[in-house]
């Protein structure tokens, strides 16, 4: 499991310390380059970024029931489409960074569940070893 302790209690700032940059710098601790995106002006009137771009950085689409630690599940709080991010850790706890907070870990709990759109694995991990 990745050493990720340095990315617990970042301040949140939009396109510099949010849920896709905490994501970008968890798979960098893995070496899995992400490239940095420009985010949406209105979280409100946008497709997911999420939806669009992981697929196509060599993500592969999981079930939530299948989900492992290291996946990406990709959640709707408060927005139109599914607009934020959370890694799976051990232990069924995820680390995400909200807005107008400090990126944390905390349990995966049926107000995250039900709200996960999507989980994303990356490609390299998709087949059991």
């Excluded at 896709?20 to 940095?36: A, E, K, M, T, W």
């Excluded at 970024?49 to 079930?63: E, H, M, S, T």
């Excluded at 408060?78 to 400090?102: E, N, V, Y």
Aim: aromatic share 10%; hydrophobic share 40%; with cysteine.
């Amino acid at each position: 499991m990745v050493n990720y302790q340095s990315l617990i209690g970042r301040h949140w700032e939009y396109g510099v310390n949010d849920c896709f940059s905490l994501i970008r710098d968890y798979f960098g601790l893995l070496n899995v380059s992400l490239p940095q995106y420009v985010r949406p002006a209105d979280l409100e009137t946008c497709e997911s970024i999420f939806l669009d771009q992981l697929p196509r950085k060599g993500f592969g689409q999981v079930a939530l029931n299948k989900r492992l630690p290291n996946d990406v599940l990709i959640m709707r709080l408060g927005t139109r489409t599914p607009m934020h991010a959370a890694i799976l850790l051990p232990d069924q706890r995820i680390l995400h960074q909200k807005q107008d907070s400090l990126s944390c870990v905390e349990a995966l709990s049926s107000y995250y569940v039900r709200r996960t759109e999507a989980v994303f694995r990356y490609a390299a991990r998709l087949t059991p070893r």
